[in-house]
């Protein structure tokens, strides 16, 4: 079945760095979402990708969308303490069903 | 309500028991789908409903899990026979558009098996 790896698993950064977590599907994908989840909360939606080579910006939060529609990645310039969770990409097949499937997520902390 | 309500939001319960956990979806939101996620690990696809039907149960792990929406809302994920490894915390997610909507997920079931 279809399977969605991201890396790495956890990541600690001093505040300002950046940070980048990769995606990853083995079978191609009609769109990719990214969730936060907060310690102790539930997933939170954060963007959609659609279309090949897509990317898109949040203030500090730049999406992209792999060409082949099999990868994806999320870069946070300058983290700061408020960016501290997991982030988990969540991708669903191409011409199959409507099910979302999700990474194992990237952990995210940030040291003040 | 505002949000995807999940109930209860503990349960305890001793192997080889039976539980039921609900979910309320947002209203007017015509996907739901059911995840189960353990502790340091994504969301496992469970099931996911489009209306009433169940459109894709490929993500329940055996026979004994089971999920119902018998009016298109509020779903009932069912679980006999309970086992220790299904200890984990189940959510539930709504959307409105089912094949590219984002997915509203409530607080979760914390589901603990002794």
């Known amino acids: 079945g279809q399977q969605v790896m991201q890396i790495p698993q956890y990541q600690h950064v001093q505040e300002g760095e950046d940070f980048t977590t990769y995606c990853n599907s083995s079978t191609t994908l009609s769109n990719i979402q990214w969730y936060k989840q907060r310690p102790g909360g539930h997933p939170v939606f954060l963007i959609q990708l659609v279309k090949s080579g897509e990317v898109k910006k949040q203030k500090r939060l730049t999406f992209q969308f792999g060409e082949a529609k099999k990868n994806s990645s999320l870069h946070i310039t300058a983290t700061q303490t408020t960016d501290v969770g997991t982030y988990f990409c969540?991708?669903?097949?191409?011409?199959?069903?409507?099910?979302?499937?999700f990474g194992k997520g990237t952990k995210l902390t940030v040291n003040p | 309500g505002a949000g995807v309500s999940q109930t209860p939001s503990n349960k305890v319960t001793e192997k080889g028991k039976y539980v039921e956990l609900r979910c309320d979806p947002i209203s007017g939101h015509t996907a739901l789908y059911w995840y189960r996620q353990s502790l340091g690990q994504g969301p496992e696809f469970l099931i996911y409903f489009q209306g009433t039907g169940a459109a894709d149960d490929s993500g329940l792990p055996n026979d004994r899990f089971f999920a119902v929406r018998p009016e298109g809302s509020v779903s009932t994920l069912k679980i006999q026979r309970t086992e220790r490894g299904d200890s984990a915390v189940y959510l539930c997610?709504?959307?409105?558009?089912?094949?590219?909507?984002?997915?509203?997920f409530g607080e979760g079931s914390r589901l603990t098996v002794l």
């Open positions: 969540a991708g669903r097949p191409q011409g199959g069903s409507e099910k979302l499937v």
């Open positions: 997610a709504s959307t409105t558009t089912g094949g590219i909507g984002e997915l509203f």
